[in-house]
């Protein structure tokens, strides 16, 4: 950009009394200010979006984390579940045979009873 600010703050040469080079330089110093405005308008572009970027990259850091941390939390529940589940099985398995357990005791009660009398 130094460049830019250089070239068209220079002074054009003093001793020239030829209107011609007097008007080419003056043009030649239009066009030198016109590059130097897009290249500063480029320059601006660029650096806006090199600040987006670092601030989606960022973002994206954050949400990457968060869906990290989701996914463990997700895990760790699904096992939970799965020793509920397991759990909750082996009670109902248990309870089952209990209760096989305490019919044939009671059908020989019954047994007992009815040839009792």
């Known amino acids: 950009m130094d460049e830019c600010s250089a070239s ?14 007097s008007t080419a330089s003056s043009s ?5 200010t016109e590059e ?14 090199q600040k987006e970027i670092e601030r989606l990259e960022e973002q994206n850091s954050e949400y990457r984390e968060k869906l990290l941390k989701t996914i463990r939390e997700r895990d760790l529940n699904d096992e939970l579940l799965r ?5 909750h099985k082996k009670e109902v398995t248990e309870f089952e045979k209990r209760i096989r357990d305490y019919e044939i005791q009671l059908k020989a ?3 007992r009873l009815i040839l009792f009398f």
């Not at 068209?8 to 080079?21: L, Q």
Request: proline fraction near 2%.
């Open 28 to 32: 030649q110093n239009g066009t030198i």
């Open 8 to 21: 068209v703050d220079s002074p054009i040469d003093a001793g020239a009394s030829n209107t011609a080079t």
């Open 83 to 87: 020793n509920v589940r397991d759990a």
């Open 36 to 49: 130097c405005t897009q290249l500063q308008s480029l320059y601006d572009k660029y650096n806006t979006q």
């Open 109 to 111: 009660v019954q047994v």
